[in-house]
Nanobody, 122 residues
Framework: QVQPVESGGGSVQSGGSLRLSCAAS????????MGWFRQAPGKEREGVASIKRDGSTSYAESVKGRFTISRDNAKNVLYLQMNSLKPADTAIYYC????????????????WGQGTQVTVSS
């Protein structure tokens, strides 16, 4: 299975913005749900945002109103626009397809990519 390729990370100051991209295989993008996940040093990986093929989205409480997830189904690319970044957003960000159960995007599936590092300084 081809790993997704995340890009767009970097170092910004608090309040700054970044746009992450994830290029995935057609197989990965065939799943209804795609999502962004992140892992901070010493913490478990957590879900950040999910999007279904119809464009409906869901977000973790910690990023609501600041992050926007989108997908280009024709190009098999997933995006995450991150605004008003905080030091707590510092993490490695990953994308993945997700299981779809009873109308909800669930746990990730497939192989993780390398991720992209986001560092926010105060």
């Amino acid at each position: 299975q081809v790993q997704p390729v995340e890009s767009g990370g970097g170092s910004v100051q608090s309040g700054g913005s970044l746009r992450l991209s994830c290029a995935a295989s057609a197989y990965t993008f065939s799943f209804n749900c795609m999502g962004w996940f992140r892992q901070a040093p010493g913490k478990e990986r957590e879900g950040v945002a999910s999007i279904k093929r119809d464009g409906s989205t869901s977000y973790a409480e910690s990023v609501k109103g600041r992050f926007t997830i989108s997908r280009d189904n024709a190009k098999n690319v997933l995006y995450l626009q991150m605004n008003s970044l905080k030091p707590a957003d510092t993490a490695i960000y990953y994308c993945a397809a997700q299981f779809y159960l009873t109308g909800t995007c669930g746990r990730p599936l497939g192989t993780w990519g390398q991720g992209t590092q986001v560092t926010v300084s105060s």
